[in-house]
């Protein structure tokens, strides 16, 4: 079974500065999805970015990037000039994309990420 | 945003009673989806739905059913009510099931 792991449980960044989130998973798949969610104290679930597994370039959105490591089984977002807004849980999340059970998400449990002014 | 809007938002409820959220969404897409999210747990997989009238389970499905008799709209029932049950539900529609779940705003059950 996949699982996926967030090895944070807090984070606290400088407005303006650079932070790293850290997400690993385990797998046997070749072809699969990565995603980050943030969730803000209004609780919406928000798809910050993801990463298909077949592309070797990180994605990037707007100040939010991700450090794609296939082999090591890695997944960090990097979140640049932070925002008070950024305050947030950010969820960590895998899906399969073939085969069975290619609809199911696996989320990690998550890092509270705390943005001081 | 994707058009997804659950009711209630909030709910109380004893131990023992039905309870029944619902989850509607103007989007249009085949698949919609239930979890749970506690602390400690991130967010886990309850039912979901793949079409009209079919559902199956996901990893936490014990003591929840679903319903689905329009593409708008997906129903998660409690038939009774535990304690354990006391959870921020959240669900989540996405197109195929291969593309980007979305998800709607959520709804906090406490179970007395």
């Known amino acids: 079974a996949q699982t996926v792991t967030q090895s944070q449980p807090e984070m606290s960044v400088q407005e303006a500065e650079t932070v790293t989130l850290s997400c690993t998973y385990d797998?046997?798949?070749?072809?699969?999805?990565l995603f980050w969610y943030k969730q803000p104290p209004s609780r919406q679930m928000i798809l910050v970015i993801r990463?298909?597994?077949?592309?070797?370039q990180n994605a990037t959105e707007n100040r939010f990037s991700v450090n794609f490591q296939k082999a090591a089984k890695s997944f960090s977002l990097k979140i640049s000039d932070s925002q008070l807004g950024d305050a947030a849980m950010y969820f960590c999340?895998?899906?399969?994309?073939?085969?069975?059970?290619?609809?199911?998400?696996?989320f990690g449990k998550g890092t509270l990420l705390t943005v001081n002014p | 945003d994707a058009g997804i809007t659950q009711s209630p938002r909030h709910k109380v409820t004893e131990t023992g009673t039905p309870v029944t959220l619902r989850c509607h969404q103007t989007?249009?897409?085949?698949?919609m989806y239930w979890y749970r999210q506690d602390p400690g747990h991130g967010l886990r997989l309850i039912h979901y739905?793949?079409?009209?009238?079919?559902?199956d389970k996901g990893e936490v499905s014990d003591g929840y059913s679903v319903s689905r008799s329009k593409t708008e709209d997906f129903l998660l029932t409690l038939e009774s009510a535990t304690s354990s049950q006391t959870s921020v539900y959240f669900c989540?529609?996405?197109?195929?099931?291969?593309?980007?779940?979305?998800f709607g705003p959520g709804t906090r059950l406490t179970v007395l």
């Open positions: 989540a529609i996405s197109a195929t099931s291969q593309d980007t779940q979305y």
């Open positions: 990463q298909e597994a077949y592309k070797q």
């Open positions: 989007e249009n897409h085949r698949y």
């Open positions: 797998t046997s798949e070749s072809d699969y999805y």
């Open positions: 739905s793949y079409g009209v009238k079919d559902t």
């Open positions: 999340a895998y899906r399969r994309n073939s085969g069975g059970s290619n609809y199911k998400l696996t």
